[in-house]
């Protein structure tokens, strides 16, 4: 994990810099265009990330997780899967992580948040003595391309495509494909979901979607729906 390797001690000396270190479509278009724009502006970016917002981890909780030997990190995955740090500025494709084992090693490891702490993040990504805190935008997991057949998910991960499980919102017009086989739900409300990012759905589904199927492989499948 590219993170601080620091000793209880210089942890503790460090816990200022570290703590600001890591800090915190409707669906109603018919023409398949038309559709894949609603998906990609619909709700602008999602849910921002608490650093911007202002709201940063609680020193005192802080203080009582690094009393326990383990170290608390601070996440943000953006609508587009991009994994950040929470205080990284500005968050962009230059500024996410990008190292493929990193991601599988990060993204594969995602559960619900129940450690009692900072409880606003509702997922966690635990690393033997570290406890990576994740916000998502959305969906912690997000699709991000699509090879043979696979949806592609974290650095190197896939997962098959099944067009007739696909998925869209009916309050954002976003569109969801079912959780990687055997993956535990990422979030306390058992969530089956994860986002399809709206560039791929823009290159790979578009010219097949209407406003209640998905032509795919000349097969048309009817479109699924969820809040």
């Given at each position: 994990?590219?993170?601080?390797?620091?000793?209880r001690?210089?942890l503790a000396?460090?816990?200022?810099?570290?703590?600001?270190r890591?800090?915190?479509f409707?669906?109603?278009?018919?023409?398949?265009h038309?559709?894949?724009?609603t998906?990609?502006?619909?709700?602008e970016?999602?849910?921002r990330c608490f650093?911007?917002q202002?709201i940063?981890?609680?020193?005192?909780?802080?203080?009582?997780i690094?009393?326990k030997?383990?170290?608390p990190?601070?996440y943000?995955?953006?609508i587009?899967g991009?994994?950040?740090l929470?205080?990284t500025?500005?968050k962009?494709?230059?500024?996410?992580?990008?190292?493929?084992k990193f991601?599988?090693?990060?993204?594969?490891?995602?559960?619900?948040?129940?450690t009692?702490?900072?409880e606003?993040?509702r997922?966690?990504?635990?690393?033997?003595?570290?406890m990576?805190?994740v916000?998502?935008?959305d969906t912690p997991?997000v699709?991000h391309?699509?090879?043979?057949?696979?949806?592609?998910?974290?650095?190197?991960?896939k997962?098959?495509?099944?067009?007739?499980m696909?998925?869209?919102?009916a309050?954002?017009?976003r569109i969801y494909?079912p959780?990687?086989h055997?993956?535990?739900?990422?979030?306390?409300?058992?969530q089956?979901y994860a986002?399809?990012?709206?560039?791929?759905?823009q290159?790979e589904?578009?010219?097949g979607?209407?406003s209640d199927?998905l032509?795919?492989q000349g097969?048309r499948?009817?479109?699924?729906t969820?809040?």
């Amino acid at each position: 994990m590219p993170v601080l390797a620091l000793s209880r001690q210089g942890l503790a000396s460090r816990l200022p810099s570290l703590l600001h270190r890591s800090s915190l479509f409707s669906h109603t278009h018919t023409h398949a265009h038309a559709h894949a724009h609603t998906h990609h502006d619909s709700g602008e970016n999602g849910e921002r990330c608490f650093h911007e917002q202002g709201i940063h981890p609680d020193e005192n909780i802080v203080h009582q997780i690094l009393d326990k030997h383990i170290r608390p990190y601070f996440y943000y995955i953006d609508i587009h899967g991009q994994v950040f740090l929470q205080d990284t500025k500005p968050k962009n494709l230059t500024s996410c992580y990008k190292n493929t084992k990193f991601l599988d090693f990060f993204m594969t490891r995602i559960k619900p948040n129940t450690t009692g702490w900072f409880e606003e993040y509702r997922h966690v990504s635990p690393c033997g003595r570290e406890m990576n805190f994740v916000q998502a935008a959305d969906t912690p997991i997000v699709y991000h391309g699509l090879q043979d057949g696979q949806l592609l998910w974290a650095g190197t991960k896939k997962t098959p495509f099944l067009p007739h499980m696909v998925t869209v919102s009916a309050s954002t017009g976003r569109i969801y494909h079912p959780l990687p086989h055997n993956f535990e739900s990422p979030t306390s409300d058992k969530q089956e979901y994860a986002l399809i990012k709206s560039a791929l759905v823009q290159t790979e589904f578009a010219d097949g979607l209407e406003s209640d199927s998905l032509k795919w492989q000349g097969q048309r499948f009817p479109l699924r729906t969820k809040e």
